[in-house]
């Protein structure tokens, strides 16, 4: 026998000896999905009876509200704690000034009605943002150069916001960008009876090229043509300016605050939950989704261990829920 050639407490340590049964594997497990960590975004269009497959979306349909109520139903018959609602809004409803945004009767405040009516426990999350109402796809209102005016744009998203929580959201979601929108949202719900509307600030929003499906789901892509939103969302490059987003809207007033998007961003929500150490969110946005559904359609990667997969790595990075496409499919799975 030669000279031993190992180096450190081999054998004493065996780091395999913990994986070598699943009871130990369950013992020291950190992380864990469940259910209650996810939100799950959903299309609604006008009409009745009316679904309409997202080509980029394999399996995600714009619903009419008649078949929201449903779903609505189901989702919370499997214990999904809440829906984050996205209107397709037609083009005669759109405009300059995206009047629409705060019509008590538009299409977004009749679906929160419905799903409330059809399942009351179920938590519903608005988007605050004008992107779907402006004729030009940004989410604000642009001066003759196109730039995205903010303070003008902040006015008509606190609008937005209370005619929101006064048609039943339980939470504004802020997805626009725009600075002092959470003071601003803050303000106008307490001066006007709603203390207890949250505000899940979409505080570090990437100025990213993985929204492109939803911009097909919601028929703003073609609106906004060429333009892009980096004149308002962040530059995928930096780091310490989520931190400074995500401060500046919790002080402002913000109950929960999200990285978007999700996957290529895991370190960022590492990031702010460790500094901030408040609820944190991620949303697994429509590009990821796509990708992933590809190589499921390809049979590249196995769909049930993937899509787990892939979720697990938000709580790992510290996320406390997650805006996911595959919302309704992984709570059938867990339900099993
Ligand atoms: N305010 C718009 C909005 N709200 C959510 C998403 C993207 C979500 C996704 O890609 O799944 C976007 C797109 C954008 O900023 O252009
Ligand atoms: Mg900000």
């Given at each position: 026998m030669g000279k031993s050639l190992h180096r450190g407490p081999f054998p004493s340590t065996r780091m395999r000896r913990m994986r070598a049964s699943e009871f130990s594997r369950r013992l020291m497990r950190e992380n864990t999905l469940t259910v209650d960590d996810l939100i799950y975004p959903m299309f609604v269009h006008e009409g009745s009876n009316s679904r309409e497959a997202v080509g980029s979306m394999p399996g995600i349909e714009r619903l009419s509200l008649d078949l929201l109520?449903?779903?609505?139903?189901?989702?919370?018959?499997?214990?999904?704690?809440?829906?984050?609602?996205?209107?397709?809004?037609?083009?005669?409803?759109?405009?300059?000034?995206?009047?629409?945004?705060?019509?008590?009767?538009?299409?977004?405040?009749?679906?929160i009605k419905t799903i409330k009516d059809?399942?009351?426990?179920?938590?519903?999350?608005?988007?605050?943002?004008?992107?779907?109402?402006?004729?030009?796809?940004?989410?604000?209102?642009?001066?003759?150069?196109?730039?995205?005016?903010?303070?003008?744009t902040v006015e008509t998203l606190s609008r937005q916001a209370l005619a929101q929580a006064q048609a039943g959201a339980d939470v504004v979601a802020p997805s626009d960008m725009m600075d002092g929108r959470i003071g601003a949202v803050r303000e106008i719900l307490e001066d006007n009876g709603q203390p207890n509307t949250r505000i899940l600030a979409y505080s570090a929003k990437y100025a990213s090229s993985y929204y492109g499906p939803f911009r097909d789901a919601v028929g703003s892509a073609g609106n906004l043509g060429k333009g892009n939103k980096h004149s308002y969302q962040m530059d995928p490059a930096n780091s310490d300016e989520a931190l400074h987003e995500c401060a500046l809207d919790l002080e402002e007033g913000a109950d929960m605050i999200m990285v978007k998007p999700g996957m290529p961003y895991l370190d960022i929500i590492r990031r702010v939950k460790d500094e901030l150490a408040v609820p944190t969110y991620a949303y697994q946005v429509s590009?990821?989704?796509?990708?992933?559904?590809?190589?499921?359609?390809?049979?590249?990667?196995?769909?049930?261990?993937?899509?787990?997969?892939?979720?697990?790595?938000f709580k790992r990075a510290g996320a406390d829920g997650i805006l996911t496409y595959f919302a309704k499919d992984v709570a059938l799975l867990l339900n099993q």
């Open positions: 109520a449903e779903e609505a139903k189901l989702l919370a018959k499997l214990g999904v704690p809440a829906i984050a609602l996205f209107p397709v809004v037609g083009d005669a409803r759109k405009s300059l000034l995206a009047e629409e945004a705060y019509n008590p009767d538009n299409l977004c405040h009749r679906a059809a399942a009351p426990e179920m938590g519903v999350i608005t988007d605050v943002a004008l992107d779907p109402y402006t004729t030009h796809g940004q989410d604000g209102i642009i001066d003759d150069s196109g730039y995205v005016l903010n303070d003008l590009g990821e989704y796509a990708m992933h559904c590809a190589a499921f359609q390809n049979g590249w990667l196995d769909r049930e261990s993937v899509m787990l997969e892939s979720l697990l790595a």
